[in-house]
């Protein structure tokens, strides 16, 4: 049982790490919040380009086991038809909280993402995944010490009860998102059409930069057609697939204070319902 002064401890901690926005008030009036302010708010915890950070160094790190036995179970959740794969992006990237996003190792917030898509899904309950927890926890409650955890299932579950989408079985042999081909109709724009990136508001989603939108860009590619992340983060189906295009920028006009070759260009992948013709 913990102490006192271990649960002070462990809420000083809490506190140290909640990430802190000090130009207003905790718990504003709405007065004090402006427009700015709430979409700042909004913005999604993967969207960083362009924001201030330290430098850091770029290294390969070799996949520790629990992290591939991670990856594996992400995976396998999909090719069964419990989730696609934007769902798991939008709750390991944005239901997680910025903290938690910037905070936990990068497998460690796909895992987090399990257990909650299955438990909104109605897949197992709370009480389940605790109890399970707990009996882990004491399984190894003096540490690893160098072992590989062992699996240890309680029963074999009925698989023929489960609900599942339709996308594991409609993508078997053709791949996602070649399973989309010749359902999104003409596409509004080709390679070397100027395009400008609407200025959306974007709640609760998206895989589109802020950096780039407003911004005018040049289609370098006509990419593939598939439903846009804003619809399948959600688990719809049988949502109209839109067409993806590779778009190219000049960096010195996405970003005021570049200094770079006039050349040097970015290229990001947008779905068409963020592009609209330049001019």
Known sequence: MSTGAEREKQLALVSRLTATFPEIPEWPTPNMMTSDHYWAYQKCNQD??????????????????????????CEVLGWTG?????ERRKTADVDVGLSIYLGLPYYARWLWSV??????????TWAELTDRLAEVQARY?????????????????????V?????????????????????????????????????????????????VRGADGVIAEVAYESPAPEDEAWGREGVKPEWFYVV????????DS????EGDTLQTEIPERWLQAAG
Do not use: C
């Open 82 to 86: 419990i989730w696609v794969s934007e």
């Open 115 to 124: 257990g909650k898509i299955l438990l909104e899904k109605q897949y197992i």
């Open 163 to 211: 609900v599942r989408n339709g996308v594991h079985i409609e993508a078997l042999g053709k791949g996602d998102p070649a399973m989309y081909a010749g359902q999104a109709g003409k596409a509004a724009f080709e390679v070397g059409d100027r395009v400008k990136v609407r200025e959306l508001p974007a709640m609760f989603y998206t895989r589109t930069p802020e950096y």
């Open 48 to 73: 960083q380009g362009g924001q201030f950070n330290v430098s850091e160094p770029f290294f390969n790190k070799e996949e520790e086991q629990w992290e591939m036995m991670t990856y594996v179970l």
């Open 248 to 255: 190219r920028f000049k960096q010195s006009a996405l970003w």
């Open 258 to 261: 570049y200094y770079g070759p």
């Open 141 to 161: 409650a003096g540490g690893l010490e160098g072992r590989l955890p062992q699996a240890q299932p309680k029963f074999e579950g009925d698989g023929s009860k």
